[in-house]
């Protein structure tokens, strides 16, 4: 994809002419920046889980019968792992914005925005000047925006 030319509107928003990959110049659009451009979304790292929380909206991996495409979905729910050999075993209840469902997805189909870049920065400035160990290896724990319960159950896809 190219940027070519930009533009405001009357509206004062901004539009940029695209030019996508495999496409000819009869083809541009004027794309509106404020609804349609982001900054590129992160792959995470196993031992950037932390910075996935409750409420944020990340970019995450869907696999269907026909196609597997990155949609837009919020963080419902964390169950924060033990990591082992494998890395991150966390697991993480996402909402696709596109059509509502739900599912429970593994760390690595998950894209964190950018903007969450200081939750890492003051995770590992707090773990430095607490211990010298990140995680508690031997703690699960549940994160939720609406309130998790505390009977121990795993989290499920209602």
């Not at 901004?14 to 982001?38: L, T, Y």
């Not at 209840?93 to 950018?114: F, T």
């Not at 290896?137 to 939720?144: D, H, K, P």
Request: aromatic share 8%; net charge negative; with cysteine.
């Amino acid at each position: 994809n190219l940027f070519l030319a930009h533009r405001m509107v009357d509206s004062g928003d901004p539009e940029v002419r695209v030019r996508f990959a495999g496409f000819g110049p009869e083809e541009d659009e004027w794309v509106n920046v404020r609804c349609a451009v982001r900054q590129r979304s992160l792959p995470c790292e196993p031992t950037e889980c932390v910075a996935v929380v409750p409420g944020d909206l990340i970019l995450c991996f869907q696999e269907g019968n026909d196609e597997a495409l990155y949609y837009d979905a919020y963080i419902k729910e964390v169950e924060r792992r033990r990591h082992d050999v494998r890395g991150c075993r966390c697991r993480f209840l996402v909402q696709y914005e596109h059509d509502g469902n739900m599912e429970i997805v593994p760390l690595r189909k998950v894209c964190r925005r950018p903007e969450t870049d200081y939750r890492l920065s003051s995770k590992y400035s707090q773990a430095a000047a607490d211990s010298p160990i990140l995680v508690d290896q031997n703690l699960v724990t549940v994160e939720s925006k609406e309130n998790a319960s505390d009977d121990g159950n795993a989290m499920q896809v209602e």
